[in-house]
């Protein structure tokens, strides 16, 4: 109920439309910004799937940026969307946001958008990762934790940082929405 109360504080304030249940929060109404603190819109994504990730610079899943651009790369013409969720909850990302965005773009040539840093667990969660956790019912665990949302924001499942990006287990979910 404490997560409810706030959710629902946290609604009024970014001006959402939450009911009761946490879990049918619209997740593409939720602002978001990227790193370079621009508004980036998720209801264009409304019927592709999105592959959410939180991230970190100085991690030993790190190298899985990799796969993640590879997939966002080889799919997005077909309608994956691959978003990262930088964070220093596991005291592993200290940077800025200019200091991450350099990194990811220098080290792995990253170009799937990044959002600002920002926490994605525990009370100072962001808004987005507050209505993930409600959805599936588990927080990231560790750093390059992932969450799959499929078309219209349903079903939303939740993988471990030991399952890699490009996964059967992921890409069997993916694949019947690729156009």
């Not at 940077?95 to 525990?122: A, H, Q, W």
Request: net charge positive.
């Amino acid at each position: 109920m404490k997560f409810l109360t706030r959710l629902l504080c946290l609604s009024s304030i970014f001006g959402l439309s939450i009911t009761a249940q946490a879990a049918d929060v619209d997740l593409y109404t939720i602002p978001l910004t990227t790193l370079q603190g621009q508004p980036f819109d998720l209801a264009p994504y409304r019927g592709k799937p999105i592959l959410v990730v939180n991230t970190a610079s100085k991690c030993g899943f790190t190298p899985q940026f990799e796969a993640l651009e590879g997939m966002y790369k080889k799919y997005k013409d077909k309608g994956l969307l691959v978003i990262g969720f930088p964070s220093n909850d596991f005291k592993q990302d200290p940077g800025s946001n200019k200091e991450i965005g350099d990194f990811c773009r220098l080290t792995y040539k990253v170009e799937f958008p990044m959002m600002s840093k920002s926490s994605v667990r525990g009370d100072k969660a962001n808004p987005f990762y507050q209505a993930l956790i409600a959805k599936t019912g588990t927080s990231p665990k560790w750093n390059f934790y992932k969450y799959l949302i499929l078309p219209g924001g349903k079903q939303v499942y939740a993988y471990s940082s030991l399952t890699k990006p490009d996964s059967d287990e992921i890409l069997e979910k993916i694949k019947p929405f690729l156009q």
